[in-house]
């Protein structure tokens, strides 16, 4: 059987559905994808005491504790059950892999800490703090930036950074960018020796990427006259800009740049390396090492009016594929992928190297996903104005009749509908089970909220109860990797649920 990667191009935004995993396929360019399975089993998570105030990242917990009209925040492991901080913090907030503990009243000392519990560092001022990847973090103040690795040693300590620098670490180095002047540092991670860096001429712009290996990209452009050598020519409403573009190559430990012939002018070009990638980000990144994400001007004898031709490239920028005009190559984790589109709301089905299967294109279409083998969908119905959701399967036949006000994404063969203020449990032949006087279930993770006597619970798609009714209202809903965190309030006190 042919394997089919399912991409969906919509104008609104994403919305990902998921519970627990399985293993999936792996593409040309892609890493490994999931497929997401329902909940089948409740734990109580022990808070130690204290009071669930919010979730952070990667199953930390910040709880609060409250004296005298104060409270004070702290941090609770549910991996592994263990308090990290105790609550005596003002503030408790999580940056990728890595916390911000700001001091209580009277005091001035903030606390950079990794998840562990770790203290990398403490500052008077209230630090800017960024996951950089690999397990660093950098830190900066009003006037001066440092790096850090997650054990608490610092790195880069034969040079000062301003405030005005960034960091992204890229293998065996960490790039360094200087807003204020838009030179680039290439530093060996490990010894911190400055391998290469690069400048900017007069008028011009300069981004780094990182290619893999010792290989970096340096894309330099400027603004030009009608009369210059321009690459493109940018239609505007009121003027047209000109610009002109050179892509090269830059090796460590050879301070020749060497051009890379590219036809047009690069505009977008990111891969897992990109500034502002966290670690947890790059654990889920799309594209394998070696790639990149592309966008070009789309123009015809060099004019262009603003639209953008996306592909995946590999490391010496050769477009291995070209997309739909305006059409990113971008994947969601939930069994394949889910591209965004600033020119379209039609469907399209591609197979595993990205060759176009299915267009829908007959209305316009928005609230796009795709799940379990069925496309879900919604369009303004031309004579209610009401918005009516429906599913297809990959080869565009009708699953579901389009008359529900919603449609949750599919998990294990089942999905909750609303129709008419009621829930339900639907599978892909449309066969209903009800569930409930219930417009707004909590359906997004493979379960749903359930009422017995105004008390509520947690069952999955499947009716088994997971959580019992018995609380007031659910507090918040929170997904990372194979678990979902639900927390449920009964009176002043909030029970939270990790679901796997």
Known sequence: MKKIIAFIVL??????????????????FYNETTSYVQPTTAQKADLMGYAYDQMLNRGLVRVSETTDDVTLYGVIDTNNAALVFTPQYSDVTMYGDFLLLSPPEGEATYTV???????????????????????????????????????????????????????????????????????????????????????????????????????????????????????????????TLYMKQTVSRVTVGNKQEHIIPFDGFLCVLENKYSFGTTEEERETYPLQDGYFTTGVYVAENKVSRGDIQYAIADKNLTALTNMPQGIRPDR???????????????????????????????????????????????????????????????????????????ISEFLSGKAVAVREGKAYVIDKAGNETY?????????WYGFYEMTENTRIGIASFDGTTLIPASYRDLAGVTRQGEKVYVALRIGNVVDLYILK
């Open 11 to 28: 104008i609104l935004g994403l919305s990902v559905a998921a519970a627990s995993c399985k293993e999936s396929t792996t593409g040309d």
């Open 332 to 406: 969601s984790a939930v069994d394949g992928y889910v591209l965004s589109g600033n020119q379209t709301t039609a469907i399209y089905v591609f197979d595993e190297k990205l060759a176009p299967l299915l267009t829908l294109s007959d209305r316009v279409y928005e609230s796009v996903r795709y799940s379990d083998g069925a496309i879900t969908a919604a369009y303004i119905d031309s004579e209610t104005k009401r918005v009516l959701y429906g599913a297809f399967d990959l080869e565009g036949n009708l699953l579901i009749e389009f008359k529900y006000s919603y």
């Open 435 to 443: 569930v409930g006087e219930n417009a707004l279930p909590y359906y």
């Open 113 to 239: 800490a990794y998840l562990d519990g770790t203290v990398l560092k403490t500052l008077t001022q209230r630090p800017t703090v960024e996951d950089i990847g690999g397990g660093l973090v950098s830190l900066s103040d009003a006037d001066y930036a440092y790096v850090f690795k997650k054990n608490g040693a610092e790195l880069l300590t034969s040079h000062i950074f301003t405030s005005t620098y960034s960091f992204t670490c890229c293998g065996d180095y960490i790039l360094a960018y200087d807003e204020r002047s838009g030179a680039y540092f290439i530093f060996n991670a490990l010894t911190g020796v400055l391998s290469h860096r690069l400048f900017p001429s007069t008028n011009e712009t300069l981004s780094v990427h990182y290619a893999g290996g010792n290989d970096f990209i340096a894309v330099r452009g400027a603004m030009v006259t009608e009369t210059d050598n321009y690459t493109v020519a940018v239609v505007q409403a009121e003027q």
